[in-house]
């Protein structure tokens, strides 16, 4: 998958992602400069491979609580459990 594509999905998940040049870039924005992260050939696979790994982490990590979440009864988990759990997997609730 493309860089820019990742770090779409990574930010639409709430998650800011390591691409390897972040401390950089945050330090240069005092000079309001920035390094891209698309355009140089190695910075943009090493940032491709950081963020699939922590994207990769993350869905791991929330398949493990789906698994641990399934052997519970959900009458039992608080509204405010309840609630974070459905805003961490994009789940829309109402009431």
Known sequence: MDIRNLLKTAHFLG???VTGVNI???ILKIFRLNI???TTP??????RLL???E???YF???RSFDVEYSFKNLE????????????RRGIEINN
Do not use: G, H, W, Y
Not at 42 to 47: N, R, S
């Open 36 to 38: 891209p992260v698309e």
């Open 42 to 47: 190695i910075i943009k696979d090493l940032a």
């Open 24 to 26: 950089l870039n945050n």
């Open 15 to 17: 998650i800011q992602p």
């Open 51 to 53: 963020v699939t790994r």
């Open 76 to 87: 039992k988990i608080s509204d405010e459990d309840l609630d974070q759990i459905c805003f």
């Open 55 to 57: 994207l990769n982490m």
């Open 60 to 62: 791991s990590r929330i």
